[in-house]
């Protein structure tokens, strides 16, 4: 089993920064693909950002390609989001996630999950 706990939520206004964490534990025998999900009221989970074991290999959906960036530290198990430029449409929940490949993670394959942290963008 892995644990994943994410932090750096937070209310922000347009155009604002912010920088989100997961932290895992548990199985750390085994290096997962990581990524970041989130979810909005009343809409579906949306795939936001994956990064490969080695961090060598990242993907982003068009909706924050270019203001959001993915990075891991697998020294400290930790995986980040940071986000920039943002807009009130990236208000959501935010998930990490863990999962056998980072490609796969566009297509909704993980293994787990975090409780996730609210991200709120005022206009």
């Known amino acids: 089993q892995v644990q994943l706990v994410e932090s750096g939520g937070g209310l922000v206004q347009t155009g604002d920064s912010l920088r989100l964490s997961c932290a895992a534990s548990?199985?750390?025998?085994?290096?997962?693909?990581m990524g970041w999900f989130r979810q909005a009221p009343g809409k579906a989970r949306e795939f936001v950002a994956a990064i490969s074991t080695s961090g060598a290999r990242t993907y982003y959906p068009d909706s924050v390609k270019d203001r959001f960036t993915i990075s891991r530290d697998n020294a400290r198990n930790t995986v980040y989001l940071q986000m920039n430029s943002l807009k009130p449409e990236d208000t959501a929940v935010y998930y990490c996630?863990?999962?056998?490949?980072?490609?796969?993670?566009?297509?909704?394959?993980?293994?787990?999950w975090g409780q996730g942290t609210q991200v709120t963008v005022s206009s």
């Open positions: 996630a863990a999962g056998p490949t980072a490609n796969g993670m566009q297509y909704g394959r993980y293994d787990y």
């Open positions: 548990g199985r750390t025998d085994r290096t997962y693909a």
